[in-house]
């Protein structure tokens, strides 16, 4: 089975940066969407951005100019850096992986068949 192992929670002040890592295993193909997103207590899932396999990225309005994700193939491991951080970014974060290409899959939290754990994300003032 693909299995997703994130890392990298925790609390943060305003202003400040975090990175999140997950570390993915299982695959039998390396042409997948991966991506992070984030849901926050009584409030819709979010997708936060996403990585074809060739580098493309997308990322939410919310997060542009801000968040950069990236991957590591050697490492098979997925980044989300996260900076100038506000307290509306407080949610838990999911890594999300799928065997089809992003533009397949979007942002659209329904269409990724492999998740990982959730890891806290804690901003404030």
């Known amino acids: 089975q693909v299995q997703l192992v994130e890392s990298g929670g925790g609390s943060v002040q305003a202003g400040g940066s975090l990175r999140l890592s997950c570390a993915v295993s299982?695959?039998?193909?390396?042409?997948?969407?991966m991506g992070w997103f984030r849901q926050a207590p009584g409030k819709e899932r979010e997708g936060v951005a996403n990585?074809?396999?060739?580098?493309?990225?997308t990322y939410a309005d919310s997060v542009k100019g801000r968040f950069t994700i990236s991957k590591d193939n050697v490492q098979n491991t997925l980044y989300l850096q996260m900076n100038s951080l506000k307290p509306e970014d407080t949610a838990m974060y999911y890594c999300a992986a799928d065997l089809r290409a992003c533009v397949l899959t979007g942002l659209t939290g329904r269409l990724f068949h492999y998740w990982g754990q959730g890891t806290q994300v804690t901003v404030a003032s």
């Open positions: 990585i074809e396999g060739d580098g493309t990225t």
């Open positions: 299982g695959y039998t193909y390396r042409s997948y969407c």
